[in-house]
């Protein structure tokens, strides 16, 4: 009887395997228009390269774009960015960087550039050029250090 249920689990989780696919596709129109408006207003004359859906249940939970530069651009299922990781020698526009946190780069980080940005439920986590890792809550008041 416990074979019989291991193996019933084993083809379970496989059915759910086969249907989380990605799919790579070039098209800008496979990405929701937040998304679109966000790579338009951020990264104006950069093409894409790719942009991998990560899918669930056969539904896209998150999309993967890279630009030819090597910029990647996280999305959740919405459009809503949530990571942007820069090549060597570029920084994260800007814009994209609350203000607070970029005063505090600014200030504490003379002559670094902010080469990641990870938005989450708790925060911001930011990688400068160097490799420190800088941890900010939502309102953009630093944390700590991560390692």
Known sequence: MKKFLLLIAVAIAGSFG?????????????LPQ??????????????ISVIKLDKTLGKVTEYEVIMQDGTEIS??????????EMPVKKSVPKAIVPAQIASYVA???????????????SGYEIELQSGVDL?????????????
């Open 18 to 30: 086969a249907q989380a696919k990605d799919q790579y596709v070039r098209d800008v129109n496979y």
């Open 75 to 84: 999305f959740d299922r919405n459009g809503n960015w949530d990571n942007v």
């Open 107 to 121: 200030k504490n980080y003379p002559n670094q550039r902010i080469v990641s940005i990870d938005k989450d439920r």
């Open 34 to 47: 937040t998304a679109k408006t966000f790579i338009g207003q951020h990264f104006k004359g950069s093409d």
């Open 135 to 147: 941890k900010f809550n939502k309102a953009g008041q630093f944390k700590r250090i991560d390692d």
